[in-house]
């Protein structure tokens, strides 16, 4: 099904449309935005996706905004009081000035060149004419119809730093992967109501970066913090500290000891090891995932919000046992 408008200024474009419950999604075959159309005289809003946008009805005029050139253009006297007989306040470029197309360039006409001289003491000006909307010559070359489609939220999840460079990116929606027969089958426009998930990798960097801003140093600390595998490890407070001397003088050059009595009043334990791809004997976490984008985005954000709860929950030694390990296998991997 096509639909053609006259062509007027020479510009022509191809649209694909997709009709939904409430209205269209419209995107250029070229993979262009939409945003300087005019659908029916209304611009398009924006979607989740960067090059669909929503019109409400099938288009049946599509408009463009052309800017137009300045116009009266004239040198204004820069100081006001300079004005006099031989020096005017203004002066209308079209009457002291012609055009030379082979320099390009405006130059004085033969009976104004005493001006060349006070060049200096003008500046030009011009005025702007607003832009004008001229027809679109457009042809649809895709419509489909989807039925049941839902809108979704732009979601960002920060991801910590990789590399010598120390760079970074964001998860988006740009950033979910999805089963290969989805993208054959469906258009990307509609890809966030289709199962979708997160590689091992991209999931290890949004946890590592998560636990990295939010951890409390009272009560848990990152001792592993690379790009091929990350630990936590939890802080328990002693229920008696343990006496241990140090040397002062170790790291000198002599022989003499000197001696210090120290307590240490908490003892470590891993709380939460892990890996992209399973470096030593890391465990290698697993992917997120889900039977939708907002499904993906509400399993991340639950998983981080657990995670956290465990890593900065204050733990005290028993005073029955003087001793009390503290395993949390079930945060070893994000598991729903």
């Known amino acids: 099904m096509k639909s053609v408008l006259k062509k007027k200024n020479g510009n022509s474009i191809e649209i694909k449309l997709i009709k939904i419950d409430n209205g269209y999604l419209v995107s250029m075959k070229n993979g262009y935005r939409m945003s300087r159309y005019y659908f029916d005289g209304k611009l398009s809003k924006e979607t989740h996706n960067d090059i669909w946008s929503f019109i409400e009805k099938r288009p049946k005029k599509i408009q463009s905004d052309v800017s137009q050139p300045n116009i009266n253009y004239r040198y204004e006297l820069l100081d006001e009081e300079m004005e006099s007989e031989k020096i005017p306040l203004v002066l209308i470029r079209g009457e002291v000035m012609e055009y030379d197309d082979d320099d390009c360039d405006w130059t004085w006409k033969s009976d104004c060149k005493e001006y060349a001289k006070y060049y200096s003491l003008y500046k030009l000006v011009s005025d702007e004419q607003p832009d004008i909307k001229v027809n679109v010559e457009f042809t ?54 289709r199962p979708s998930r997160l590689t091992p990798t991209q999931s290890y960097s949004i946890v590592r970066k998560h636990i990295q801003d939010n951890i409390d140093p009272k009560y848990a600390t990152i001792t592993s913090d690379h790009d091929f595998c990350f630990t936590v490890k939890k802080k328990i407070d002693l229920y ?94 994000n598991k729903e």
């Open 140 to 193: 649809i070359v895709e419509e489909v119809e989807v039925s049941g489609y839902k809108k979704t939220k732009k979601f960002s999840f920060p991801t910590a730093t990789i590399g010598y460079n120390k760079s970074s990116r964001p998860i988006t929606n740009e950033s979910v992967k999805s089963q290969l027969i989805d993208e054959i089958m469906f258009p990307d426009v509609v890809m966030h109501m």
């Open 240 to 333: 008696e500290h343990e006496e241990y001397t140090v040397d002062l003088n170790l790291m000198k050059r002599t022989k003499r000891k000197r001696l210090e009595t120290r307590y240490r009043k908490t003892r470590e334990v891993a709380i939460y090891e892990t890996s992209p791809e399973g470096y030593s004997k890391y465990p290698t976490i697993k992917g997120f995932e889900g039977k939708d984008d907002d499904d993906l985005v509400k399993n991340i954000k639950r998983f981080l919000k657990d995670l956290m709860k465990v890593i900065n929950e204050p733990v005290v030694d028993c005073p029955h046992c003087k001793g009390r390990g503290v395993t949390f296998t079930e945060f070893m991997d």
